[in-house]
């Protein structure tokens, strides 16, 4: 009975030891840059908030941290540019993109890049592009975005290249203690945004490459 009761514990010792590491398992870092901006109005205003729609989205998901990069001359488009600015908070991954306004219509070119270069020294990237005829149809496709972003950060879960860098060149944990109601209020303002810089909004069209 004694042999029996010891190698009982010693195999409930063993499942509690396998499962430590997962349960204490960091949160992976994302870092979340402004956006850069190509529109003639509301430069400002576009650039914080299409980064605190994504931030608050992203930042609701389990397993995840958000950081946010508030410097706006951080907003670029180019992967190794981003991934540096990433590296110098501690992310794992980083969020980059633009948002252009072009006569009638809109488009909203997102990118999420690893900040851990793969062996042959490539940046690992997953794109999407949304077009439409105003930033409001762009808005509600935020979600589907987000989601896969989060997908693709949870598949690979790299450790932060470099440690966190000082608490100034980041905000705070956007999508935490996000509410809805303050979601709610930032969509509708944005909302109101677009109907002064697009006077003739146009059907929406929909493309995106980014992979699951």
């Not at 003639?40 to 930042?59: P, V, W």
């Not at 993109?97 to 020294?121: K, N, Y």
Request: aromatic share 4%; hydrophobic share 45%.
């Amino acid at each position: 009975m004694n042999a029996r009761r010891s190698t009982l514990a010693l195999a409930t010792l063993a499942l509690l030891l396998a499962a430590a590491p997962a349960l204490a398992a960091p949160p992976v870092k994302v870092a979340i840059l402004p956006m850069r901006v190509n529109a003639t109005e509301t430069h400002n205003y576009l650039q914080k908030g299409l980064a605190d729609m994504l931030s608050s989205r992203i930042g609701r998901a389990e397993g995840i941290s958000v950081l946010r990069v508030e410097d706006p001359s951080k907003a670029t488009t180019d992967a190794r540019e981003a991934v540096a600015a990433a590296k110098e908070v501690g992310a794992a991954y980083v969020v980059y993109g633009s948002f252009t306004a072009f006569g009638g219509g809109a488009s909203l070119d997102v990118e999420c890049a690893a900040t851990e270069s793969a062996a042959d020294g490539s940046v690992d990237r997953r794109e999407a592009f949304v077009q439409a005829g105003n930033l409001g149809e762009i808005i509600p496709q935020l979600d589907d975005i987000s989601s896969k972003i989060v997908r693709f950060a949870q598949s690979g879960a790299r450790a932060p290249a470099v440690s966190a860098g000082p608490p100034a060149a980041t905000g705070a944990a956007a999508g935490a203690g996000a509410s809805t109601a303050e979601v709610h209020a930032l969509e509708q303002r944005i909302e109101a945004l677009e109907r002064i810089v697009f006077s003739e909004p146009k059907g929406a069209v929909e493309e995106e490459t980014i992979g699951d």
